[in-house]
């Protein structure tokens, strides 16, 4: 009897002792950060006593207890090598790491530009000659990746990653983030280092995901604050038990539920007023009056409301046209439409078409609805999140008769526009996304959500730095994402502890529109418009405005490396290769050039305009042998025409017939262009630029 209640006794003794375990950052395989005060760390029982131990040295005991939470950590910083065992003991309880290195590790974040493999199913998701690459490449046991598993948490920041570390091998490799290899593999080819990539992505997010709510306190955006207690709240109190399984069916239930809670946020008298706005009728004179450049691009952009707002324009249908079909074409609308031809709707695209934003539209007359003489075109566009408006290219923008669709009418001029009502932003920001069976709460495109889920899990985890490819679900929105990104930056380094917390970016690719299976005219670039404005143009002069305002930061310019017709472009290598190079200036010591040159200072002699630059390195190049392109100049009126341009030692000078007195220049000031051919004699490209900045910019 006294035995066995001595058992019982010592019984709870027992299982703390038969408790230890690493966190979930810390696998077999897993590379550990070097020359830096890096934590260790697991659970055991709450008060236990725990020793670390490494293989590389046995004299090296490192203890911890366990505290009230049964969380144990301790503090070791390692020199490169490996490979170790890294054993925690509590009692009689073991758990061991094997083949652990210690190196370089860096977070691999952004979107679905980071996100793309070197080799995918589809033949629009994978990196040029990506198998033969993996499949000839050996086992590299001295680089390692981590993919952290697609997953969203609104409320919470989870403590423990989802994922595996993993040895690169040719097999391993072709899942990998192509950014990643290629970055990875750049690093220790020049340091003879063990590199570890922590993936940390999701296709089609934007940067609001990737921020923690302490940034938006930051901030002071009590209205993301406010939307996201929002969603919880609301998630809280509803039922989702009951939606259906079906992933198809679900999302289309979750999407009615909002849409209606979206347009019943509108004012009613705001409604009620535009009632009419559709009719021929209806006096818009005093509407504001639009103008298209080289195309309709989002009229409103830059004051786009959540909300909806009106388009009017009129067209004068000829006198044989009178009783036929008509084609109406609208190239894309952002975001979803109800289209009116002489007060009677003959089209719409609502929420539920994937890529609504994009989506040409092209929309069928009746017959007896057409005839000869003055007609009106109405449309109605609702806008629940960011950009907004009507967009190009402006061969977009015709009616044509069904029977001739050749023969055309353009409608590029004379629109006017009104806004109706203002939405409920919050309601806005809770889409449920395109494609996906989730609940609102579960949207990963949600500000926070994402780095609740996949980034703060790696807190504990020592690294250098992070890459970063994002930005693409972001244009249009530059003065907020100029503040976004060096809030997002700053809070890494109190995330991390580090004051040196390295952050690199990729400035977004050449890209005109996506239809990877269905191109356009490939060299279309050749009627680029120097006066054209487009959010990508706009985008990436703001990325590289962000180099001078965030300390430890780098670029990988990119634009030489898009694709016209694909949002994906599949030459990863070369930006692999640019982004190591930049981390090697930043991190590791090496003097030479990393980047290609950056718009310094200019002067105005006679009728040239004379650029300076930084990063000149071995000298201003034509990268291709050609004259350079895509340089404009603009005088006092702001309009601009392509320029001659000649490097003249260490500047560019510029000239142009049309402009006497320049006033202003730019380089790259295109979507997609073949011409981008100026760098330096190192084999690096120009960012492009503008030689003045907005006021959100200075």
Known sequence: MKRFLSILLALPMLLAAAEISFHRNFQDHAVLQRDRAIEIS?????????????SDDSARVLSAVADADGEWKVEVVLPAGGPLEITAKSGDAVAVLHDILVG?????????????????ASPYWRVIDGDYIASQMP??????????????????EQDEPNGAWEVLTPESALHTSAIGYFFARQLYRDLQVPIGIIEANWGGMPIRSFMSRQSFTNLGREDVLLMIDTIIADAKGTDYANLPKDGQKRMEMLLKTWEKKLMDSEAEEDRLAAADWMKPELDDSAWESLSASVEATAFYRDKAPIGVEWFRTTVEIPEE???????????????????????????????????FWEVPRKYTVPAELVKAGRAVIAIREVNSAGASGLFGPLDDWYVARTSAPDTRIPLTNGWRHRIEGKLSKEIGLARPASGAATTPIEQPSLATTLFNSMVAPWRRYGVRGEIWYQGESDCGREPEYYTFQQE??????????????????????????????????????KDNDPNRDHPWIRFRNMQCALLKVIPNSGMAVTIDHGDAYDIHPHRKEEVGFRLAKEAERICYGYQGITAGPYYKSHEVVGNKMILHFDNVGAGLASLDGEPLGCFAIAGADGKYYWADASIEGD????????????????????????????????????????????????
Request: net charge negative; aromatic share 14%; charged share 20%.
């Open 321 to 355: 046209w009178a009783g036929e079909e008509l084609l109406l074409s609208l190239g894309a609308i952002d975001e979803v439409d109800t289209t009116y031809f002489n007060g009677v709707q003959v089209g719409s695209l609502g929420f539920e078409v994937p890529n």
């Open 42 to 54: 697991g659970l055991a029982s709450p008060g236990a006593d725990v020793s670390v131990t490494f």
């Open 139 to 156: 086992t590299m046991p001295h680089i390692r990746h981590f993919r952290t598993n697609l997953s969203t948490s609104l409320e919470v």
């Open 651 to 698: 500047t560019v000078v510029l000239t142009a017939p049309e402009v006497a007195e320049p006033v202003e220049a730019s380089y790259g000031a295109v979507t997609y262009d073949e011409r981008l051919n100026f760098g330096n004699a190192n084999g690096f490209p120009a960012s492009p630029f503008f030689t003045t900045k907005p006021d959100w910019m200075k």
């Open 488 to 525: 997002m930056v700053a809070d890494r380094c109190k995330q991390w502890n580090y004051d040196d917390y390295a952050f690199l970016w990729c400035q977004i690719s050449g890209f005109e529109r996506h239809a990877p299976a269905d191109r356009g005219a490939e060299d279309f670039w």
């Open 104 to 120: 370089e590790v860096w977070i691999c974040s952004g979107q679905s530009n980071m996100q793309q493999p070197v080799w995918g």
